[in-house]
Nanobody, 120 residues
Framework: QVQLVESGGGLVQAGGSLRLSCVASGRIFNINTMGWHRQAPGKQRELVATITSSGSTNYADSVKGRFTISRDNAKNTVYLQMSSLKPEDTAVYYC??????????????WGQGTQVTVSS
């Protein structure tokens, strides 16, 4: 009942920047935590960053100081500003959100993923 759609992925050279966006839609009452995860070929999906509804953030050590997560609660949108990108940041990036629907049931939804490729 809650859909997430990511955008903003692409190909960038090492040292460059990209901004990912993810919009949540559906019968949403509120969204608690929104976040980004990534999965590189042959590796497990890993947490990149999360942000709560009050703005508290959490980052993986590998992206601290380079990535910034933010959200617009009015638009049910979360962003990931990625700077100083490295080839090892290459992965499919997935958006995640959890919260409650208008029927007061809980949801924990994932987007379809967006590819980020960093060339050396």
């Amino acid at each position: 009942q809650v859909q997430l759609v990511e955008s903003g992925g692409g190909l960038v050279q090492a040292g460059g920047s990209l901004r990912l966006s993810c919009v949540a839609s559906g019968r949403i009452f509120n969204i608690n935590t929104m976040g980004w995860h990534r999965q590189a070929p042959g590796k497990q999906r890993e947490l990149v960053a999360t942000i709560t509804s009050s703005g508290s953030t959490n980052y993986a050590d590998s992206v601290k100081g380079r990535f910034t997560i933010s959200r617009d609660n009015a638009k049910n949108t979360v962003y990931l500003q990625m700077s100083s990108l490295k080839p090892e940041d290459t992965a499919v990036y997935y958006c995640n959100a959890d919260g409650r629907t208008v029927f007061l049931g809980s949801f924990d939804s994932w987007g379809q993923g967006t590819q980020v490729t960093v060339s050396s």
